[in-house]
């Protein structure tokens, strides 16, 4: 009695420690990604991720395999070891997410559950667990017991087989999802004034992850017509694509980063076949750190132009044969950074100069090429700078964790503050931010007039618009309008600027990152729409039901949309993941398509990025995916 009775609480155990659906989905997706780091990309961190995913179904089919399975008795000394890695389950921030219950409850019922089972179990190992068997019991188990871990190791080597030779992502349940939905409305083209194209970068919007230098977001060219019917396809490339970029040859450029490499990529953007692939760069493991590659820019020489962690700028171009990256102009500024600072971004100015920020609060700039100056820089207090910045004919703005930056620099200058406006920084680090700062690369618009970010007040964030001009009268701040509901408002991605009207994101709740989208989860919904007017500005509506966990999400002014990707939750478990419209009007979603499943169609603060021909592409974690126009 006492065995059977054990046997059922580890089932019971197994069943709550992590979700069956993810576990399922784990089983099947996680050697994939092995397989097809050691065949296509020849990735040790790759291999390790994978196999570090395929340990949670491992430890679910354990849990069985100690009691259902058990050829007539419980193991109790297996059981007992597998309660450290259900104790780590239900208490760590990463693996917690992947279990089966709400947040608390989860937690305190799993580790009430394994501390009970850790108390029972004990004693018993020493004894040897010996109780009465029937006569022919134990035969019987043995001939009708199916090992569920054998079970289980098989099915992950069949998928991996499988799975190693295909080019696209990993397969997940989450495929079995919803395709989404068509409301049959379409919205209505808006009004927009282009930002300046900026001379020294591929022509607008195909050059860097925020389309133009002004970071406004916005495309003047057409997304996807028919979403329903349009072709869904993917590419592993082992890492997440974060800045997705078209040369002139209409190839498709883009940076992956893995854990410890960064990659460059040439992809046919029709076929989505990789046509050049070279590793580029090195990396510190890390899920919030954007420097070393998340930023790049394409210039308009077709040359990638990237920060590389050991504080040197390069650039690298396509080989005449096309098939490899070859390093170009690099410079060396390492001299110009803090002690442990690295370049988070650099982009050109109009005149072709590099300008750099580093993480630590270093902005500086550099003339590229032979014969050169050295390069020139300054610390705006030692401030952090997280992400990106704006650059304008004649300004460069820079957020960073304490302040809003208008900056220039004459020839062979170093930059100067033209002026400072600080925000609110609030008073932690919100879930979903890679710091306690604004989490938003600043947005010029309304031709070059107007600048904008997010703070990090509590318990609202604020949406916060000021003027570019010089002129000092002291009124720099326009408005600052809040957004989102009280304790669960945070950005981490840059403002939508289309005309006069500013598109802004909720990602509070992104953390720990990736798992926390896992087993059906998703993050704080919301998206908003304010307007700037004469006198002042005003939330014209809040969507606040849709759900975007980290997307540089982007304004389609010929389609009337915000096209964006959304992670709707799930109470089976199930991880599907969809490319989304809204309507710029009403902030009514006008259609979602599934573009993926699991873990590795999480775009992990990638953007989406449309083509020359209007196709949609998402940055993921282990790649891109693609739904194409028609």
């Known amino acids: ?50 196999v570090a995913v395929l340990l949670a179904p491992l430890v679910v089919l354990a849990l069985l395999e100690a009691g259902v399975a058990a050829r007539g008795r419980p193991r109790y000394g297996w059981a007992l070891i597998l309660q450290v890695p259900v104790a780590a389950f239900a208490v760590v921030p990463m693996l917690a997410p992947m279990a089966t219950l ?15 089972l850790v108390v029972v179990l004990s004693p018993l190992v020493p004894s040897g667990a010996r109780y009465e068997v029937a006569p022919g019991a134990r035969t019987r188990a043995r001939r009708l017991a199916v090992s569920p871990l054998a079970l289980g190791l098989l099915v992950a080597l069949v998928s991996g087989t499988v799975g190693a030779f295909s080019t696209s992502l990993p397969t997940d349940l989450g495929a079995l999802a ?52 349009a072709e869904v396809s993917s590419l592993f490339t082992g890492g997440d694509c974060a800045t997705i970029t078209f040369d002139s040859a209409g190839r498709l450029i883009t940076l992956c980063s893995s854990l410890t490499r960064v990659t460059a990529w040439a992809v046919d953007p ?5 046509l050049a692939s070279t590793v580029v760069g090195r990396r510190t493991p890390s899920l919030t750190d954007f420097s070393g590659g998340g930023y790049f820019v394409l210039d308009a020489e077709d040359r990638v132009v990237m920060p590389a962690q050991d504080g040197w700028l390069r650039s690298w171009t396509l080989s005449p044969s096309g098939d490899a990256f070859v390093e170009g102009v690099s410079v060396d500024v390492s001299g110009s950074l803090a002690d442990g600072e690295s370049v988070t971004s650099v982009v050109p100015d109009w005149s072709g100069r590099w300008w750099y920020v580093g993480s630590r609060g270093t902005v500086g700039v550099v003339s590229p090429g032979a014969g050169g100056a050295a390069p020139q820089a300054i610390s705006l207090n030692g401030e952090s700078i997280e992400n990106s910045f704006a650059v304008a004919q004649d300004a460069v703005y820079v957020v960073t964790g304490a302040a809003m930056y ?42 070059g007039r107007l600048v904008a970010i997010t ?32 304790g669960a408002s945070a950005t981490e991605n840059s403002l939508v600027a289309v005309g006069r009207s500013l598109y802004v994101e909720n990602n509070y709740g992104y953390a720990p990152p990736l798992t926390v989208v896992a087993a059906g989860g998703s993050t704080s919904p919301g998206l908003a729409r304010v307007d700037v007017g004469a006198s002042g500005c005003a939330v014209a509506w809040t969507n606040e039901t849709i759900r975007i966990p980290s997307l540089v999400s982007k304004g389609v002014a010929p389609d009337g949309v915000v096209l964006t990707y959304t992670k709707p939750t799930s109470a089976w478990g ?25 873990m590795a169609a999480n775009n992990h603060y990638a953007g989406v990025a449309l083509g020359p021909d209007g196709s949609a592409y998402v940055g993921v974690v282990m790649g891109l995916i693609k739904l194409a126009t028609t």
């Open 1 to 50: 009695m006492r065995g059977s009775f054990l046997r059922w609480v580890l089932v019971a155990e197994a069943l709550l420690v992590v979700h069956p659906v993810f576990a399922l989905s784990s089983l099947v997706g996680a050697p994939q990604t092995v397989a097809k780091g050691l065949v296509q990309v020849q990735a040790a961190d790759v291999v390790a991720a994978g």
């Open 102 to 116: 709400s947040r608390w409850p989860r937690v305190s019922t799993i580790a009430l559950l394994t501390l009970a």
């Open 178 to 229: 919803p395709a989404g939905f068509d409301s049959g409305r379409r919205g209505v083209a808006a009004e927009t004034t282009p930002a300046a194209q900026n001379p020294a970068l591929a022509p607008d919007p195909f050059g860097l992850l925020h389309n133009d230098s002004w970071a406004t977001d916005a495309y003047v060219v057409p997304g996807p017509s028919e979403p329903m019917t």
């Open 270 to 274: 029709v076929t989505m076949t990789p």
């Open 406 to 447: 208008r900056l220039w620099a004459g020839p062979d200058k170093a930059p100067r503050v033209v002026w400072r406006q600080a925000y609110d920084t609030g008073t932690q680090r919100k879930p979903g931010q890679t710091s306690r700062a604004s989490g938003t690369t600043p947005t010029v618009f309304d031709g």
């Open 455 to 486: 703070d990090n007040a509590e318990p609202r964030m604020n949406v916060v618009v000021m003027r570019t001009a010089v002129a000092g009268d002291g009124q720099r701040v326009v408005c600052t309008v809040p957004v989102f509901a009280p």
């Open 574 to 598: 199930v991880d599907a993941w969809y490319v989304t419209a809204v309507d710029l009007e009403s902030g009514e979603e006008l259609w979602s398509r599934r573009a993926g499943a699991g």
